[in-house]
């Protein structure tokens, strides 16, 4: 356990220096105008970041879950300027079905979503309803060019050609899981980041002689969004340690579980950073909004918190009330020490 812990740390150590001296709000508006994070791709590349989460047995350093969600957590932190998570869920999804990640952006398409960056992928990874997994060469694939609405990012449709290579994987849940767990760590890093800001900003700010963050009510809101960030992280990182222990496609639960958490999070902390700010915050100056943004459309991208409640909902109504307690309370035994 401690081994775990140190390798993580060393992870989340190089994302946040690779971020701290390549990142920042100058990279993230270039997103927005579509422009490729070329320089902070390659170093990622250097660090073996995108093929982490890959098995050791097809080129990957066979990085776990929770030690995933971590390092996601960090990138929402800086506002994931580059689709590294999705990239390494995307190898991950292709190791567990038999195929070998190869070198470069391999963008992660799930079904009846958009594409994120799929038009600057060397190849792509899509899933199928069915469990099926197939690696498409990215210059074959022909794509429809979009961009969020929310974070301004580009978000394409692709019309796939055939694929170089096809796979299955374990559960037909795996891939959606994924695509939760990984949308829900950047929500929960973002929102701290946004936290970060708010609380720096409340302590300068003076308004009748004072700063802000002396008086009572922006000390309570602050404190409802810290609660609020603190959740999102905890109910991450409680999904990746399921992953880890069941398989990602036996975790639906939980991931379902900190999808929900996360994404109303993202709403709550969200409006109390912005009442912070004040008209500020939606400047184009000023980063803040960089990063609400992007948490309102992570809180979109592989199911809103109303899909994934529903999926929860009808789990537990195909078990019957009876099994409810018993299902939550091993499912808690099991993740105890």
């Known amino acids: 356990m401690a081994e775990d812990e140190s390798l993580r ?8 220096r690779l971020l701290t001296d390549a990142g920042g709000p100058d990279v993230l508006r270039a997103a927005e105008r579509g422009e490729w994070p070329e320089a902070l791709w390659a170093e990622a590349e250097a ?8 098995p050791e047995a097809v080129g990957g350093a066979g990085l776990g879950w929770e030690d995933a969600v971590a390092v996601w957590h960090a990138l929402g932190r800086h506002g994931a300027p580059l689709p590294l998570a999705h990239g390494m869920a995307a190898a ?3 190791g567990a079905s038999g195929i070998e990640p190869p070198a470069g952006f391999v963008a992660l398409a799930l079904p009846r979503e958009p594409v994120a960056w799929g038009r600057r992928a060397a190849h792509v990874a899509a899933a199928g309803d069915a469990g099926q997994m197939a690696l498409h060469d990215g ?3 022909e794509w429809r060019r979009g961009a969020n609405p929310l974070s301004r990012e580009p978000d394409d449709r692709a019309a796939f050609n055939a694929p170089l290579r096809t796979g299955r994987l374990p559960n037909a849940d795996a891939a959606r899981n994924a695509g939760a767990l990984l949308h829900a760590a950047l929500i929960a890093g973002a929102l701290e980041a946004a936290l970060d800001m708010a609380v720096e900003y409340a302590n300068t700010r003076k308004q009748f002689g004072r700063p802000i963050g002396a008086f009572q009510a922006v000390q309570q809101q602050l404190a409802v969004c810290a609660s609020e960030a603190a959740a999102a992280a905890v109910a991450c ?6 992953a880890d222990r069941r398989g990602l496609e036996d975790a639906g639960f939980e991931i ?3 999808k ?3 994404g109303e999070a993202a709403g709550i902390g969200a409006a109390v950073v912005h009442q ?9 100056d000023h980063p803040l909004h960089l990063f609400t943004r992007r948490m309102w459309a992570w809180r979109n991208a592989a199911g809103a918190e109303r899909v994934w409640a529903r999926r929860i909902g009808e789990a537990a109504l195909a078990r019957g009330g009876d099994a409810l307690w018993p299902n939550l309370t091993a499912r808690s035994e099991e993740a105890a020490p």
């Open 276 to 284: 912070v700010f004040a008209a500020i915050g939606f400047t184009d």
């Open 139 to 141: 210059a074959g694939v």
């Open 9 to 16: 740390g060393i992870l989340i150590e190089q994302v946040d």
């Open 260 to 262: 929900v958490v996360a």
């Open 237 to 242: 990182a409680a999904a990746g340690r399921a």
């Open 47 to 54: 660090l073996g970041l995108p093929l982490a989460l890959a």
């Open 92 to 94: 991950a999804l292709l």
């Open 256 to 258: 379902g579980s900190a």
